[in-house]
């Protein structure tokens, strides 16, 4: 067997881009350091783009979905069939994650990875199907080793998609009743953590729900042990959106594109895709803290300082969608401030 | 004499649209409360702008340009003929603010308040001019009452071009150097603070500097006494900038225009604005934390929450500029996101 793709190591980012970048911040008419945050972002997008001037105007967007076998043990606020109703949602415009790329001008693409429910025929959905849904992780491993590895290509696939399309960033999205769950088992298995810590109301559960949630999540990590692979975890505990999240998150990194990543979910399949991979990191942006408690556990974990906290809990990639304009403002503001020199200002040095 | 605009009543927010706004965001295709503060967001503006559909599209921004005397005792790192030079670049287009209102399709104006030195004729600059900056706070009243009086209706005329344009949202903006000082002085005295509490590095001084700027600060604080009255306060301590700031804010509302506040000076006006008219306080979106650290204490005197923390410190109201767009993704999702019974998705109550 041929190395799998997320085996290949990733591109650099250009030490020598990211030097110039931060030269010129210094030179811009501002106070040196006054943008904050901004002034990092835009020197690192420079470093991953491999240019000197960065940019965030093409985005492609990626939304996974699959169904998760655990939503029959009860762990969501919403019935299964929810999965296949916001796929035609998102292929209808109405959802979140359509409104937000429609403002952007982003490129939408949604992929069904496994949808249970099935989907009218005209939705422009793309077919990645792999099973009507993972087995319920309680009681049984979520997909075979086999399924992992499609996922994950399948993930690759979207982002060549990106490339094709040049996208200068991508972002990944979710849909998937009960992938809290699944996030929060994965989430437990790669940090070593309790499940209390990582589970949380989801779209909506009571106390009571959480505490059941949890129950299952503990089950699951009872049956698969201590073995903490990444793959290994991806198959036993994962979605299928969650693995090709991961796989697209690689996949992108490894054509030069860098990722912004959204909420609690993507972080999971984040946390897994650095341990696939570690040089992933420094392609990954974070763009917000989601509400879900575990999120802050997967932040701290890739030591990741989201850049918004605005209290959203929706995956689909609506978070990373809403930070995408101070990627925009970052760029806009390198790329076309005036220097100092250009713009007969005082350099402060003087006082 | 007769009454001056700053003492007529604001009009309310309308109840009705707030009610309904929440309605709403309740059959949006998404779980409730799940997009965050971007729902209660679109709700406000609702509210601020008696519509169903709020908007925050059409986007008018007054920038307000004026020297201080205290400049002349070594409390900026920049010389005070940056301030001129600014509003220069500005109006060539090549400062921050120049660059993000371009990105935002708004409508950037530049108001001389009470610059020093002189400017190009060809700027586009609109004059208010009243004197050759404040005098020195440390050792003279900023401005008389009438001068203060002259500043807050110029910056109504900036809220009446606003209105006149359309505008959905107004944001005001700052330029001159010293002004941190200024905005301490003033922040310290309506707050009963400490200088040393509300006086920070400002465009970048060392803790020398900072130590300096806060003696004067004391210094300014011992000549004026305990008077808080809002008026003598910000004739005594403010800046030409900082009153017709105020203004601004007082007089886009008073015009139904709600306003996006920016960072350290822009907050030390609208406390100001708050205290001559406490019911501004609701026509009021907080943008972000700014580095400089007093603006922690007047957000917490407003009981305002930014929406970012990107540590950012640059003024010119860059912050509330790179905010627009968490303003209009939260009403392009209000308006535009299908209702769960359009998009015939189960609303979880089935669960």
Do not use: Y
Not at 216 to 227: M, T, V, Y
């Amino acid at each position: 067997m041929s190395e799998a793709f997320w085996q290949h190591p990733l591109p650099q980012l250009s030490d020598d881009h990211l030097q110039r970048a931060r030269a010129r911040q210094g030179e811009l008419t501002k106070p040196p350091g006054s943008l904050g945050r901004l002034e990092e972002l835009a020197c690192t997008l420079a470093a991953q783009q491999h240019r000197a001037q960065p940019g965030a105007d093409r985005v492609h967007m990626s939304v996974f979905a699959a169904d998760h076998g655990i939503a029959a043990d009860g762990v969501s606020a919403f019935p299964q069939e929810v999965t296949a109703q916001m796929v035609a949602n998102f292929a209808s415009g109405g959802a979140a994650i359509s409104v937000l790329a429609r403002t952007l001008g982003a490129e939408l693409e949604v992929i069904n990875m496994g949808v249970a429910h099935s989907l009218p025929d005209d939705t422009g959905v793309t077919s990645e199907w792999l099973a009507p849904g993972t087995g319920n992780i309680a009681h049984e491993p979520a997909m075979t080793e086999h399924q992992a590895s499609q996922a994950l290509q399948a993930g690759d696939r979207a982002a060549a998609r990106a490339a094709e399309a040049g996208a200068e960033l991508f972002i990944g999205g979710d849909m998937g009743i009960g992938n809290t769950s699944s996030a929060a088992a994965l989430a437990a298995l790669l940090l070593k953590g309790h499940p209390e810590d990582l589970v949380g109301p989801g779209t909506g559960l009571d106390s009571t729900g959480v505490a059941r949630k949890a129950d299952k999540i503990g089950q699951a990590l009872q049956r698969h042990g201590n073995d903490d692979d990444a793959f290994r975890a991806l198959a036993s505990l994962g979605g299928f959106e969650i693995a090709a999240l991961a796989g697209a998150m690689i996949g992108s990194s490894q054509r030069g594109i860098p990722v912004l990543v959204d909420g609690f979910i993507v972080t999971s399949a984040a946390l897994a895709a650095v341990r696939l991979r570690p040089d992933l990191r420094p392609w990954l942006h974070f763009s917000h803290e989601s509400e879900e408690p575990g999120h802050q556990h997967l932040l701290r974990a890739l030591d990741a300082r989201p850049l918004l906290d605005l209290g959203m809990r929706l995956g689909e990639g609506s978070g990373a969608a809403v930070a995408v304009s101070l990627l925009r403002s970052a760029c806009a503001l390198h790329n076309r401030m005036a220097t100092f020199s250009e713009a007969g200002v005082s350099d402060g040095e003087s006082s």
